[in-house]
């Protein structure tokens, strides 16, 4: 497994929640990170990146509420989401991508549910 993410659950509308994306320090010292959400009948879409540079990006509809983070001592990155709404249930899978190392990693995927 290149990639281990965790951090999921059910939470309520307006909750807080972080998840948790860990891999290898060859891995992780030339990737750029991201998250990605699959939500039912849809198809995968960006949530935010992060680059060994610490530049980030978020997708319009998470700006403001989700931020991405990366700690290189322990070769993980994070997605702390913050304000969730129902229509932020989705899995998550976290990404690891690299054209220097010419890979792109995917997680295993961890669900998270918005629902009161």
């Known amino acids: 497994v290149q990639l281990q993410a965790s951090g999921g659950g059910l939470v309520q509308p307006g909750e807080a929640l972080r998840l948790s994306c860990a891999t290898s320090?060859?891995?992780?010292?030339?990737?750029?990170m991201g998250w990605y959400r699959q939500a039912p009948g849809k198809q995968r879409e960006l949530v935010a990146t992060i680059t060994q540079f610490n530049n980030a990006n978020y997708a319009h509809s998470v700006a403001g509420r989700f931020t991405i983070s990366r700690e290189n001592a322990k070769n993980t990155a994070y997605l702390r989401m913050n304000s969730l709404k129902p229509g932020d249930t989705a899995v998550y899978f976290c990404n690891a991508r690299s054209e220097v190392g010419g890979w792109n990693y995917w997680g295993q995927g961890t669900l998270v549910t918005v629902s009161s």
């Open positions: 320090r060859d891995i992780f010292s030339i990737s750029t």
